[in-house]
Nanobody, 119 residues
């Protein structure tokens, strides 16, 4: 059974930095991409950054130039380096790892980690 565990969240002042990490345990046959989402109170969950199976990287406009996503397929980890944090970045952040096997794609999710940016 695959489980994802996020770490690195917390409280930081505006302008500060945090690095979120997500580690997978269990068997993942073939990582077909990783992603980070976030959900602020009262809002829908939104995609923040992703790495697709062709290694292409995407960021939502609001974090472009401030956040950097990376992944290690061997270690089955994904990280989100967040610099220049703003109060609007306050949310619960979720990681996702896709297992692309012969039977199809299956997405695994972390339980979420709180990031709070004070003004």
């Amino acid at each position: 059974q695959v489980q994802l565990v996020e770490s690195g969240g917390g409280l930081v002042q505006a302008g500060g930095s945090l690095k979120l990490s997500c580690a997978a345990s269990g068997t993942i046959f073939n990582i077909g991409g990783t992603a980070w989402y976030r959900q602020a109170p009262g809002l829908q969950r939104e995609l923040v950054a992703s790495i697709d199976d062709d290694a292409s990287i995407w960021y939502v406009d609001s974090v472009t130039g401030r956040f950097t996503i990376s992944q290690d397929i061997v270690l089955k980890t994904t990280t989100l380096q967040m610099n220049g944090l703003k109060p609007d970045d306050t949310a619960v952040y979720y990681c996702k790892i896709r297992d692309s096997s012969w039977s199809g794609d299956h997405d695994y999710w972390g339980r979420g980690i709180q990031v709070t940016v004070s003004s």
